[in-house]
């Protein structure tokens, strides 16, 4: 048997992930009819099908699985191999692809973007807006090498690095009973008047943790059900003297300290917070970019977030998002 070479199982891996032979040979940068006859080459001179191609999308045969299984460590190892050249070398450089939950993104993004990219300029981030199970499931799939999102998620294989603890604020319609209190607890919460994100963001899973459902129902609300995957749709919302809305820290940077005292309350403590890090899935594999990565984000902060002191939390959070 000839020698397999790293191409062909580079191009394996691609069909394995689209399970469609034109869209592999894109992410290639190679023709389909090339990518193509180095896989149908590969399986002559192994003897096996790895794919059945009368299925749509194409599917991985048993055999052809446990070699696609194989192949993901070989192209691992590989890979590792111009990682520890890179750290002998002193270089951060290469692509890096970045998935990031949607209630993350549009507030911690714009702190560190600017500061990594000049910081880092031979290294090209690509950054996804995901949701935490999207994240995960590319994670294992190596289509992204990080993610930021909300831990703690307990998953084997999956590495979990701490950046900060994020506090919750209560974001208050115009007349609401709770700006009444100068703080609030989560007993003081109903689930009656609440806006919340739409099922998969795991916001949406922890505000419900924290509210605790009482008597009574907010008659603005009884013809009117609505639920978004963006919480600045929610802001708006409970501006326009409807219920209210839990926030996380970072939504209510760009708001003055006037806007706060009429709009905000926060909780006392214990207060409830979500634990948000960086995750990735081998150990090795552009650690160098985390490290820089993890490092640019924490300098990047508002001082209020890198108080470490902020540790309790008012119930445990689900450990899957």
């Not at 790895?50 to 749509?56: A, I, M, Q």
């Not at 939950?101 to 880092?120: G, K, Q, V």
């Not at 129902?217 to 929610?234: A, C, D, I, Y």
Request: proline share 5%; net charge positive.
């Amino acid at each position: 048997m000839k020698s397999i070479t790293l191409t062909q199982l580079s191009y394996i891996a691609a069909v394995a992930q689209y399970r469609n032979f034109g869209k592999a040979a894109k992410s290639c940068f190679v023709s389909q009819p090339t990518l193509s006859m180095q896989i149908q080459k590969l399986e002559e001179e192994l003897e096996v099908t790895l794919f059945d191609r009368s299925k749509k999308p194409v599917e991985p045969t048993a055999m052809g699985q446990k070699i696609i299984d194989q192949t993901q460590i070989v192209l691992q190892e590989a890979l590792r191999i111009e990682e520890l050249i890179k750290a002998e070398k002193g270089e951060i450089s290469g692509s890096f692809k970045l998935g990031i939950i949607p209630t993350l993104a549009s507030y911690l993004l714009p702190l560190f973007l600017e500061r990594f990219t000049t910081n880092y300029p031979n290294v090209k981030l690509i950054v996804e807006e995901l949701q935490t199970k999207q994240i995960i499931h590319q994670l294992k799939e190596d289509v992204i090498d990080a993610g930021i999102l909300v831990t703690p998620l307990k998953i084997q294989g999956i590495i979990e690095k701490p950046i900060f603890n994020e506090p919750f604020l209560a974001y208050l319609s115009p007349g609401h009973p709770l700006l009444s209190l100068n703080t609030i607890s989560d007993k003081d919460l109903s689930l009656d008047d609440i806006w919340l994100l739409n099922e998969g963001h795991c916001f949406r899973d922890q505000a419900i943790e924290v509210c605790k459902k009482i008597k009574g129902n907010n008659p603005l609300r009884k013809n009117l059900v609505f639920e978004s995957g963006n919480l600045e749709t929610l802001k708006r919302l409970v501006d326009q003297r409807f219920g209210y809305t839990l926030l996380p820290w970072l939504a209510i940077m760009g708001i003055s300290a006037a806007e706060k005292k009429k709009k905000i309350r926060v909780f006392k403590a214990p207060i409830p917070i979500r634990e948000v890090s960086v995750v990735y899935s081998r150990s090795f594999l552009k650690k160098s970019i985390i490290e820089a990565l993890y490092k640019d984000i924490v300098t990047s902060l508002p001082k209020e977030l890198k108080n470490s002191k902020i540790r309790e939390r008012v119930v445990e959070m689900p450990s899957f998002r």
